[in-house]
């Protein structure tokens, strides 16, 4: 499978506790995007990154949302003292960077915060 | 006002009819336009893109771009049961921004 794969599918955690998210784009895609997507609600952008720079961030991610791609490959999305706000499914996509490219995404992570 | 805005719907089509989607968005200066499928508890799936005035046809998909009017649709024609779905309109301003903004969707069926 060459898609954007995402681990894991499913996370069940307590109120408070740590997650981290891991996203392996499409191979030869420099580009990787974050976003999260609640019921009934289209996705809404988190961040990205063009190889290993994050280049923009969106005012939904809290100090206690962090993301890194150290090596321009896969990412990791980690939220701290998590909230049952935070529940939703965490969205990976990844495209080329030039103009016009089409974003994949991935199956997705879903969070519930208990 | 919403950045872009769809009709949430839901949208009943009989089988083998055209459904028509719509989509208006508030960036005058967006570039590209995208059709997403999103069935439920999965994630979206790229049906259609488009970028330039006029319509682009893709097996049974026209997607309709008036950038005048701020306006972008999706036809489909001999609807099928497995064309149920929610249909989400994303829009970027390219130009090195390249963030996906999304409609709520619409949450379409096609009753056989």
């Known amino acids: 499978d060459t898609g954007v794969s995402q681990d894991p599918r499913h996370k069940i955690t307590k109120r408070g506790q740590n997650v981290t998210f891991r996203c392996d784009p499409i191979?030869?895609?420099?580009?990787l995007y974050w976003y999260r997507q609640t019921l009934g609600q289209g996705p809404e952008f988190l961040t990205y990154?063009?190889?290993?720079?994050?280049?923009?961030k969106s005012r939904l991610l809290s100090d206690r949302f962090s993301a890194e791609r150290p090596k321009g490959s896969f990412s990791t999305l980690e939220i701290q003292r998590t909230e049952q706000g935070d529940s939703a499914m965490y969205l990976c996509?990844?495209?080329?960077?030039?103009?016009?490219?089409?974003?994949?995404f991935g199956p997705g992570t879903r969070l519930l915060v208990l | 006002q919403k950045e872009v805005e769809q009709n949430s719907g839901p949208l009943s089509v009989p089988e083998g009819a055209i459904a028509s989607l719509n989509c208006t968005y508030s960036?005058?200066?967006?570039?590209?336009f995208f059709w997403y499928r999103q069935y439920s508890g999965k994630s979206p799936e790229l049906i259609m893109s488009i970028y330039s005035n006029g319509d682009k046809e893709d097996g049974r998909f026209t997607a309709q771009l008036n950038k005048a009017s701020q306006y972008v649709s999706l036809l489909i024609r001999d609807s099928q049961p497995s064309d149920s779905a929610t249909y989400l309109c994303?829009?970027?301003?390219?130009?090195?921004?390249?963030?996906?903004?999304f409609g709520t969707g619409t949450r379409l069926t096609i009753i056989p």
């Open positions: 191979s030869e895609h420099n580009r």
């Open positions: 994303a829009v970027n301003n390219g130009f090195g921004n390249e963030k996906l903004t």
């Open positions: 996509a990844s495209s080329f960077s030039a103009a016009e490219e089409t974003q994949y």
């Open positions: 990154f063009q190889n290993e720079a994050q280049l923009e």
């Open positions: 960036d005058r200066g967006s570039q590209s």
